[in-house]
């Protein structure tokens, strides 16, 4: 077995995005509506790109400019789900794509744990281990090596009838219309 990685997880050059299946103005509204949840000191701008996908138009993408607070990450991904009826979507998803010197890692995949209540959790995968992730408490429990192959975030329960291709973000540039929304976040 595998050593697990550690935590916090160091996601310097990788490329992040928070991924939902609604409109690209819905996820527009929800972005500016997030910065209003973070605490207001020690804030800095972030600027994120935001485009539908051209090979499923009802998944967009939002594409983080840095890696920030993994709380945030996993926080904004479940508030992409929207608070309220018709704003924002189903399916969210995080997906950090490592450069090319740590590609042996793999990706790190996480979506709402649906069989939390309180809709407050991720589970993810990252480096062949599954882990557990409470938003209340920023509290990360690893579950073992390989609970949640990657299959399970793009085929499992939930997804089956939206799977999304990790193929899909191989080539950035492909797509033509992005949107940039900045909001300020916590450091």
């Given at each position: 077995?595998?050593?697990?990685?550690?935590?916090?997880?160091?996601?310097?050059?990788?490329?992040?995005?928070?991924?939902?299946?609604?409109?690209?103005?819905?996820?527009?509204?929800?972005?500016?509506?997030?910065?209003?949840?973070?605490?207001?000191?020690?804030?800095?701008?972030?600027?994120?790109?935001?485009?539908?996908?051209?090979?499923?138009?009802?998944?967009?993408?939002?594409?983080?400019?840095?890696?920030?607070?993994?709380?945030?990450?996993?926080?904004?991904?479940?508030?992409?789900?929207?608070?309220?009826?018709?704003?924002?979507?189903?399916?969210?998803?995080?997906?950090?794509?490592?450069?090319?010197?740590?590609?042996?890692?793999?990706?790190?995949?996480?979506?709402?744990?649906?069989?939390?209540?309180?809709?407050?959790?991720?589970?993810?995968?990252?480096?062949?281990?599954?882990?557990?992730?409470?938003?209340?408490?920023?509290?990360?429990?690893?579950?073992g090596d390989d609970v949640f192959p990657q299959e399970y975030y793009f085929y499992g329960r939930g997804y089956s009838s939206?799977?999304?291709?990790?193929?899909?973000?191989?080539?950035?540039?492909?797509?033509?219309?992005?949107?940039?929304?900045?909001?300020?976040m916590e450091r």
């Amino acid at each position: 077995m595998n050593p697990q990685p550690n935590y916090p997880f160091d996601l310097t050059d990788y490329t992040c995005f928070s991924i939902i299946n609604c409109p690209v103005e819905q996820v527009v509204t929800l972005l500016k509506e997030y910065a209003n949840i973070c605490i207001p000191e020690d804030r800095v701008p972030f600027c994120f790109q935001i485009a539908a996908l051209p090979e499923h138009a009802k998944w967009t993408l939002v594409r983080w400019p840095q890696p920030g607070r993994f709380y945030d990450l996993m926080n904004l991904t479940l508030w992409l789900m929207g608070y309220r009826p018709g704003l924002g979507g189903e399916n969210p998803l995080f997906i950090a794509l490592p450069p090319s010197e740590k590609a042996a890692g793999g990706p790190l995949l996480a979506r709402p744990d649906y069989d939390n209540r309180l809709g407050d959790s991720m589970l993810g995968f990252w480096q062949n281990w599954s882990f557990h992730y409470t938003i209340p408490g920023e509290k990360l429990r690893w579950i073992g090596d390989d609970v949640f192959p990657q299959e399970y975030y793009f085929y499992g329960r939930g997804y089956s009838s939206t799977g999304f291709e990790l193929e899909w973000l191989n080539d950035l540039n492909r797509i033509p219309n992005w949107t940039e929304c900045t909001v300020t976040m916590e450091r």
